[in-house]
């Protein structure tokens, strides 16, 4: 769910209601509320909060009876993020689900108070969610797994040399992600191209510039290029290059193909932890947990338009296929 432009406005009456609504259900049974705030609308992040609200559904927190959920989504917008976590500080909300990494953040800056349990986080100790100056948090993180990418490229493209890398400015996970790119590359004798994207009307401007000096591009989970895919998929198909993705919902958009985690399994996940702080547990108390990130995913309808021909050894290995 997606509040849009008017995500702040709209939660900040939601939590103005919270204390008559809850008192209003279940005739004399304590209602908790549990706040997930998505940083963007896109595939991946949407299923982990289908995942996070399906699985405290199954563990007996529905909404609307034993729990209130507050959804909201700052629209990629780190100025909205922060609104959203600032109204936060100052509702009775038990449990907090900042989904990405930016609204991660941002709750850690505005409501470190809050026990906290982060989704698809690539970085939790790079972006400083971790316990400490009042943080009570935990999560389950999604990191990149680099060496097991450039692997992947290789074997899809032997003689491939530079690899392009698109991502937005400001997003630790993404800068995260090239460090270790740049870390990594001479070993696998690729020259990396990173390129930042100064802002989203430039996006495609930018697309169209880096598929015109690499062999292949790679799409990290960032989320300003996840929330406008589209536009970065068209430039490389025009230029036939081919795109590897870090998510498997990129793949299944129009990417070659990707290692990815599986977004949705990542919500259960969380929603298991967000369970444990409902029944008391601190969060500073829960160790983090990882969600592993080696499903292959393929897209044989985009090798079809490129006239690729995936190894054998690709094809026997793919957890999922696109067609």
């Known amino acids: 769910m997606s509040f849009g432009a008017r995500a702040a406005r709209r939660l900040a009456a939601a939590l103005i209601g919270m204390v008559a609504l809850g008192a209003a259900s279940m005739a004399g049974a304590q209602q908790r509320t549990v706040a997930i705030t ?45 609104d959203i976590a ?13 989904i990405a990494t930016p609204s ?16 698809a986080v690539g ?47 400001g997003e630790a996970n993404s800068e995260a992600i090239a460090g270790a790119m740049t870390w990594w590359a ?7 191209h990173d390129v930042v994207v100064p802002a989203p009307e430039a996006l495609a401007a930018t697309a169209r510039d880096v598929v015109e000096n690499v062999e292949v591009l790679y799409l990290p989970r960032d989320n300003g290029i996840a929330a406008r895919l589209d536009t970065v998929l068209a430039a490389a198909a025009a230029n036939q290059i081919p795109v590897v993705a870090g998510s498997a919902e990129m793949v299944r958009a129009g990417a070659l193909a990707g290692l990815g985690a599986d977004y949705y399994a990542l919500g259960r996940n969380v929603a298991a932890i967000v369970v444990r702080v409902l029944g008391g547990d601190d969060p500073n108390d829960i160790a983090p947990r990882v969600n592993p990130a080696t499903d ?27 067609r």
């Open 38 to 82: 998505q940083f963007a609308a896109h595939a991946a992040l949407d299923a982990v909060r289908i995942g996070v609200i399906e699985g405290l559904t199954a563990a007996g927190w529905r909404d609307g009876q034993r729990l209130r959920l507050l959804i909201s989504n700052a629209d990629g917008d780190p100025a909205r993020a922060a």
């Open 86 to 98: 600032r109204d936060l500080r100052n509702a009775e909300v038990d449990v907090v689900v900042p």
């Open 104 to 119: 991660a953040q941002a709750v850690a800056e505005n409501a470190a108070g809050l026990a906290t349990v982060y989704a």
């Open 123 to 169: 970085d939790p100790a790079g972006a400083g969610l971790v316990p400490g100056a009042g943080r009570r948090i935990t999560g389950v993180s999604d990191p990149t797994l680099t060496r097991e990418t450039f692997e992947l490229i290789q074997e899809l493209f032997p003689d491939a040399r530079w690899i392009g890398l698109l991502r937005s400015t």
């Open 186 to 192: 001479p070993g696998y004798d690729f020259r990396i």
């Open 296 to 322: 292959l995913t393929i897209n044989t309808r985009v090798a079809a338009a490129l006239e690729f021909r995936f190894p054998q050894s690709i094809l026997d290995r793919a957890k999922t296929v696109h």
